[in-house]
């Protein structure tokens, strides 16, 4: 397996990535999840999630933090957004913290991209002071619960998430 400081590198998000990370969010949640909705479902989601102007909302928040995996060849291979929780969890920790999403386009995937990510995610989270953590999962990604459990994420609770009509069966993992 090669070193993957070899063939990418992982810097910090800003601003001037908006539209860069609108398109590569809406590649990689298509490509990892697309076949499970309706067609108008999916652009209804991306339409509202992983736009310019979303993501220009998100690069500005101060409670999150974004990181932008970069190939060697310029083209931009995946992404981290961290921050404070968000998620419908029964009196949450007024410091918690999230994983809020993490995506790696999966011709690049087993190269410790994703454990990268996680390293400077979890890093910048404990320096703000957000504890516990916690992180919303398809309930049928079982690869991507394994990640997560690697990282001491167990699962303690669920909910309901809209992409556009459909309504996916989520689960809460917390460490
Ligand atoms: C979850 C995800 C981000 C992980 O990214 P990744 O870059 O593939 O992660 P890593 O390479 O760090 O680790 C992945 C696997 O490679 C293995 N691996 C990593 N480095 C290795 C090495 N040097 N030698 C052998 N195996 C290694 C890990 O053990 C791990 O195995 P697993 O299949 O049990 O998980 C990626 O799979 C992804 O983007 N999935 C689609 C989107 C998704 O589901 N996101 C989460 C939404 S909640």
């Avoid at 994703?114 to 002071?129: D, K, N, P, V």
Wanted: proline share 5%; glycine share 10%; with cysteine.
């Amino acid at each position: 397996m090669p070193d993957t400081a070899d063939i990418a590198t992982i810097r910090r998000a800003t601003a001037a990535d908006a539209a860069a990370l609108a398109e590569l969010g809406a590649a990689t949640f298509t490509e990892t999840f697309g076949h499970l909705y309706p067609p108008e479902d999916l652009q209804a989601f991306l339409a509202k999630s992983h736009t310019p102007e979303s993501w220009a909302q998100t690069l500005a928040d101060p409670k999150r933090a974004v990181w932008l995996v970069v190939h060697e060849s310029g083209r931009n291979i995946g992404f981290l957004v961290v921050g404070a929780c968000k998620l419908p969890v029964e009196q949450l920790e007024p410091s918690a913290g999230e994983i809020q999403q993490l995506y790696v386009l999966a011709e690049f995937h087993n190269l410790r991209l994703g454990g990268r990510l996680m390293a400077l995610g979890l890093e910048w989270l404990e320096s703000q002071g957000r504890t516990p953590l916690y992180i919303g999962v398809w309930s049928e990604n079982y690869g991507a619960q394994r990640f997560y459990g690697r990282y001491g994420f167990s699962k303690v609770g669920e909910y309901g998430f809209p992409v556009g009509k459909t309504v996916d069966r989520e689960f809460i993992l917390k460490r």
